[in-house]
C-alpha cells in the first residue's frame, strides 16, 4: 500500500468530508438492479441529488426502479443519459464494466467523475488506466461492500451503504482531488469510506468473498440430490451464496483468477491440518484448530448475523 | 443398506405410527440442552408423556429447564432418574454418550427402550452391540436432523423436530419391535423418521453436516482479522456454524473420521475442477460447474431458508 492511502488515514479524510456532503446535481446510474437501485434511493432519501437518471438496457426494468422511487428519469440511450451527468454510477455485473466505461467515456461531458461499483477492482482500473491520456471522464474505481442475496430495483434499499465499507481503489496516477470526490460521494451515501490500491483490494476480497463463495458452490454441487433430505441449518447457511448468478460469479472468479487460488489454498492449508489433527486422533490439536475459528467468526459480532446479507 | 428398512419403506411405517401416537407415561432425559429440552417440550405439549424427568450435571440448568416446562421432575442422579422411565433419551454430546449408555444400562428396569440424538451413530451403535447379551435395556440409536446455533434449554422450543427428519439406525441384530417402538417415539414428536445403519448415516451426514462443518471452521481460521472489516453476507452465513462449540464438534468429527474424509475430498474434487477452469479462463465450464451447485441449492426449497437453523 502508497504512503497516505492506508485505511485508517483514508477513514479519517472519509470522516471529514461526511461531516459536509455535497450536492450532485445529475446522478446518472447505469444498470439499475440492487446496488444502482440502492444508491439511487439513497440520493432521493438524503436529498444530494436533484436528478438521478437510471440508464438500462431493459425497458420493464427502469420502469420497475422508477416506480420504487430509485430514479427520478430513465433512459435506454446510455450516450444521452450520461451526457447530462456530473457524476456517473456503473452499477452491473463486472464483466460489462471495462466495456461500459470505454462507451460512458466517449459520451459524456469532459470532467465528468465516473464511479464503479464492481467486485473486482485491478482489471477495470487497468483498463481504464491504459486510455487515461485520452479520456474526457475522470474515473476512480470503488466497490461497496453490502449486498444481499436478493435481486433487482425491488430489492434495493436507501440504507444498504449505511455504516459498510466502501472501498475505493485509484490508480497509482488518480489525483487526489478525485479520490476525494469519489470518496466524499460513497460517504454521502452512509458508507465508511477505505482506500486502497486495487490488487490489495482483490487479494482482501478473494479471502473475505470470492473463495468463500466458490467453497460454498462447491459443497452444494458435491451434494447429491439424495442427501437434500439430511441437510439441517449448517448445510443451508453455508451454502446460501451458492444460489447466486453462476455468470457473474464466474465473471468475478475469473477476473481474480491469481487471488482466488491463493485464498483457496491458505484454506485449503487449514483444512489439511484439521483433517491431519482428525486422522491422528489429536483431540487438542482439533479443539484448538476450531477454536481459533470459533474466536474470528465469534470477533466478527453476533449482532451483525441479524443484518442482511 | 438392508432390504425392508431402506428410506421409503420406514417413511411409510413411520406414517402409520404417527397416526396412533403411543403414550409414553414416564420419560428420562439426560441432557436437558436444546435436543433435550426441545424433547421434553414437545413430549409436554402434545401430552405424550405424564412425567418428563430431567437429568444433568448442573443443577443451575436443570433449573432452567423446568422453569422453561421442558421437563416435569428433575435429578442429579443419573441411576434414580432412569430407574423410574419407561423410555430413555440420551442427548449429550456425541463423545459422552456410550459411557452413558453404560451407566443408564446399569440402573434401567430390564427392558427399558433407550434412544439417543447423537450426530454420529456408528461407534455409539458399535460400542452398544459389543455387549448386547448382558444389556438390561434395548437401545436402538437416533438422530434428529434439527438443531440451532442457539444452545442451552432456554433455546429449546415445542416444535423443534416438527417436519425434520429424525434418522433411525438399528444395528444389524435390533429386533423388529424395538426399532419400530423408538421410530414411534421421534414420530410422535412430530418427526418424519428414517431408518438406515450407522455406517450409511454417518457417511451421508459427514456430506451434509460434518464436512461443511470443517470448512466453513477452515474458512474462518483462515481469514486474518484484517480482513474482518471487508467480510459482508457471503462470508458471514458461510462461516456461521464455525461459532459452535469446538470440543461438540471435535468429537463429531474425531468420530466421523473416515466419513468426514472421504466427504471433503469429494468436495475438493469440485473445487480444484471450478480453479481448472479458473485458471485456463474456460467461462463456460465455470458457469456449469456455478450452475450446478446453484441447482442444488435452490432444490433445497428458499423456503426452508426461512426455518431456524
Do not use: C, Y
Amino acid at each position: 500500500m502508497r504512503a497516505g492511502r492506508t485505511t485508517s488515514g483514508s477513514q479519517t479524510q472519509a470522516a471529514s468530508i461526511r461531516r459536509t456532503p455535497r450536492q450532485w446535481p445529475t446522478v446518472a446510474i447505469v444498470g439499475v438492479g440492487l446496488i444502482g437501485g440502492s444508491v439511487g434511493l439513497a440520493l432521493v432519501a438524503r436529498r444530494l441529488a436533484s436528478e438521478v437518471i437510471g440508464i438500462g438496457r431493459s425497458a420493464a426494468s427502469l420502469a420497475e426502479a422508477k416506480r420504487a422511487g430509485a430514479v427520478t428519469r430513465t433512459t435506454l440511450d446510455l450516450a444521452a443519459g450520461v451526457a447530462e451527468a456530473e457524476i456517473v454510477l456503473v452499477a452491473s455485473g463486472v464483466g460489462a464494466i471495462p466495456g461500459l466505461l470505454d462507451a460512458i467515456d466517449k459520451a459524456v461531458r469532459p470532467g465528468t467523475l465516473i464511479t464503479d461499483a464492481g467486485s473486482t477492482k485491478a482489471s477495470i482500473v487497468s483498463a481504464w488506466e491504459k486510455r487515461r491520456r485520452s479520456r474526457r471522464g475522470r474515473f476512480v474505481g470503488a466497490h461497496p461492500i453490502a449486498g444481499s442475496h436478493r435481486r433487482g430495483p425491488t430489492a434495493a434499499t436507501a440504507d444498504l451503504f449505511d455504516g459498510r465499507v466502501a472501498v475505493v481503489t485509484p490508480a497509482a496516477t488518480t489525483p487526489e482531488a478525485d479520490i476525494e470526490e469519489v470518496a466524499g460521494f460513497w460517504a454521502s451515501l452512509g458508507a465508511n469510506v477505505v482506500t486502497m490500491p486495487p490488487r490489495d483490494h482483490d487479494r482482501m476480497l478473494a479471502m473475505t468473498s470470492h473463495a468463500p463463495h466458490l467453497l460454498a458452490a462447491a459443497i452444494a454441487a458435491a451434494t447429491p440430490a439424495s442427501a437434500r433430505q439430511f441437510t439441517a441449518g449448517g448445510w443451508r447457511d453455508t451454502t446460501r451464496i451458492a444460489a447466486g448468478d453462476p455468470g457473474l460469479w464466474a465473471d468475478i472468479l475469473l477476473d481474480n483468477a491469481a487471488g482466488v487460488a491463493s485464498a483457496v489454498s491458505r484454506i485449503t492449508t487449514v483444512t489439511e491440518k484439521m483433517l491431519s489433527a482428525i486422522a491422528k486422533g489429536d483431540r487438542r490439536k482439533l479443539v484448538a484448530l476450531l477454536q481459533r475459528a470459533k474466536d474470528e467468526r465469534d470477533a466478527l459480532g453476533k449482532e451483525r448475523d441479524a443484518l442482511g446479507s
